[in-house]
């Protein structure tokens, strides 16, 4: 008894950031020209478009849980989520979507207004996961869909902005949604430390694409949800 109270009394383990340069991100590099391992299930210009019974209807998934990176997909570079993110984002929670917010930077207080939004216009609560491992690391893919608590017949989607680290989900066996970076507006000095980031990024986006076209890959894209959103 007193070896379980100690543990409840316990402090949470303090989150730590996991950005920068890591062996799985580097191995996770060169799978990237596997063209298994770069097949986005839907690329889409702005994360607010996505329509997740849309993709469903057209895949014939059952995606309920999702699995969502933050920085430079529904905000810009470590700020706050933009209003038409957060509109759509609650929106998809509304429609009966379960949400964990999975990213590289530590958890810090930013995310604290979302969460609470969200909390009182639908009476669900995000989770922030706060895994020791970095993306493209399998085992926090797999501590995130743990975390989502899903049936056994409701499936989990990745959507992020980075086949480096986000696309990672595709080897951990969960499919992925690939939105455009949201363009963040930083001081050269900023940007410049940035640049093999945003560099490798561009590149394995780039031949994402290619093995698109050369392999006649089946890719929703914008059009394929603006159209039902028309009808």
Not at 70 to 98: R, Y
């Amino acid at each position: 008894m007193e070896n379980t109270l100690e543990t409840q009394n316990q402090p949470e383990p303090q989150d730590i950031s996991r950005e920068g340069l890591s062996l799985e991100k580097l191995f996770h590099f060169f799978r990237l020209f596997n063209p298994a391992n770069n097949h986005a299930i839907a690329k889409v210009s702005a994360f607010h478009l996505i329509d997740i019974a849309r993709i469903n209807e057209l895949l014939g998934t059952n995606f309920k849980g999702i699995i969502l990176d933050f920085d430079e997909c529904v905000a810009p570079h470590h700020g706050e989520i933009t209003q038409e993110n957060a509109d759509a984002l609650i929106e998809m929670i509304k429609s009966k979507i379960k949400v964990v917010i999975y990213s590289n930077m530590e958890k810090g207080p930013r995310y604290d207004a979302l969460i609470q939004r969200v909390l009182e216009e639908t009476g669900y609560e995000i989770k922030v996961i706060t895994s020791k491992y970095s993306k493209p690391d399998q085992r926090g893919f797999n501590e995130a869909k743990t975390a989502l608590n899903l049936e056994e017949d409701e499936d989990v989607v990745m959507i992020g902005d980075n086949f480096v680290t986000d696309g990672g989900s595709i080897h951990a066996g969960i499919p992925f949604i690939k939105v455009d970076p949201i363009k963040t507006e930083e001081p050269f000095h900023k940007k410049a430390k940035r640049v093999f980031q945003t560099g490798t990024r561009s590149m394995h986006s780039g031949i994402s694409n290619s093995y698109d076209k050369l392999g006649g890959r089946k890719v929703i894209r914008d059009n394929d949800l603006l159209e039902q959103a028309t009808v």
